[in-house]
């Protein structure tokens, strides 16, 4: 047996049997360390409780503005996620959860006639795939077929993370996105601690050093990622303490587009301004943990980020002024309201 194969099957373990609800975990890294907002939270309500108590995310890879959208979720477990989007596309939409743990997909496949007929819809529109998330193709998942992908507190388990990363910009739409939330660490893993099943089942031995995501992530052309959001983990158990407690781990949600982008934040002289017009957002519209766009307010902002609200599905909803006919040098990195600051050497500061 290779050794993705004993990490792999040292995961399904875990997942399967030694988890059989979020409060048998040991650390604080695969639990919710934001909030959902109050739209969200009246969903997550309606989800069915057998499929909320097997619910091991560590963020909210939730955004706005999926109506009608194909959605992907890696790493699906029992479901919750995908059954908060599957209210969140609506029964014109599509919900395709993948996982690699038969105990977390029978969950989630027995509540779907359940959670149609609470939404309403004349069937379900979520379906449940058992598979590996390195490995799309075999679950039918073609080239340029999804517009969105969603992971929660997942990816760390991958014993591939390159070969990940590459399918799932394979299978994203041009202008699509990535958006998800994981554990993150300061330096890399030691190598002896990489495999330990607690560890790794913990979410914390298969952690992604920030730079490698960046890496990872050019890799593939995507050159420019963005922070939503970010809270430190606890390591709350006295032996995974002293095991690894040198590192120091971050829950983050992430989000990428798939979009022809820059690796610097240059000047365009563009301008953006939020309609109010998503579901949920009446009043702003956050981009990332520095980009808060307020209704009707006029924002200036560099080219990636003029693209990213322009040339995907958020350009129905947001009006950006200007092209790339004139170029102005390198985007001043202050606010990102459009108040001057420092220049910052940093890819993607605005």
């Not at 919750?80 to 969140?88: A, E, K, P, V």
């Not at 939404?119 to 379906?127: H, I, K, L, Q, T």
């Not at 820059?262 to 301004?273: K, L």
């Not at 002024?321 to 890819?347: I, K, M, N, W, Y």
Request: hydrophobic share 35%.
């Amino acid at each position: 047996m290779s050794s993705s194969d004993r990490t792999l099957a040292a995961i399904r373990d875990y997942y399967g049997r030694v988890l059989e609800s979020s409060s048998d975990l040991k650390t604080g890294a695969c639990c919710p360390s934001e909030r959902l907002p109050h739209h969200l939270r009246v969903i997550a309500e309606k989800i069915h409780p057998a499929v909320r108590e097997r619910f091991f995310g560590c963020g909210a890879p939730l955004p706005g503005a999926l109506r009608g959208l194909t959605v992907l979720d890696l790493g699906c477990g029992a479901g919750r996620d995908s059954y908060i989007i599957s209210r969140l596309v609506g029964e014109e939409g599509r919900v395709i959860g993948v996982d690699m743990t038969d105990q977390q997909l029978e969950v989630a496949r027995e509540h779907r006639a359940w959670h149609a007929e609470r939404f309403g819809y004349a069937r379900s529109n979520v379906e449940f795939r058992k598979g590996y998330m390195e490995d799309l193709a075999p679950l039918g998942l073609t080239d340029e077929s999804v517009d969105l992908v969603v992971s929660n507190c997942v990816f760390n388990l991958s014993p591939d993370k390159g070969r990940l990363f590459g399918e799932i910009f394979r299978v994203l739409r041009p202008g699509g996105e990535l958006h998800f939330s994981d554990v993150f660490a300061d330096r890399r893993i030691p190598p002896h601690l990489r495999n330990d099943p607690t560890l790794l089942g913990e979410c914390l031995a298969g952690s992604m050093y920030t730079e490698d995501l960046r890496r990872l992530l050019a890799d593939v052309g995507c050159p420019d990622v963005r922070q939503v959001s970010s809270a430190p983990v606890d390591l709350l158990d006295p032996d995974v303490d002293a095991a690894i407690g040198m590192v120091r781990f971050t829950s983050r949600t992430l989000r990428a587009f798939k979009l022809e982008l820059e690796d610097r934040c240059e000047d365009y002289g563009q301008v953006a301004t939020y309609r109010g017009t998503i579901e949920g957002h009446p009043h702003r519209l956050q981009l990332d943990d520095h980009h808060t766009l307020e209704t009707g307010r006029p924002v200036r902002v560099c080219g990636n980020t003029a693209a990213m609200l322009s040339e995907t599905r958020y350009g129905a909803h947001v009006r950006v002024e200007g092209d790339r006919s004139v170029h102005f040098g390198l985007f001043d990195c202050g606010t990102g309201q459009g108040e001057p600051g420092p220049e910052r050497g940093d890819a993607a500061c605005c």
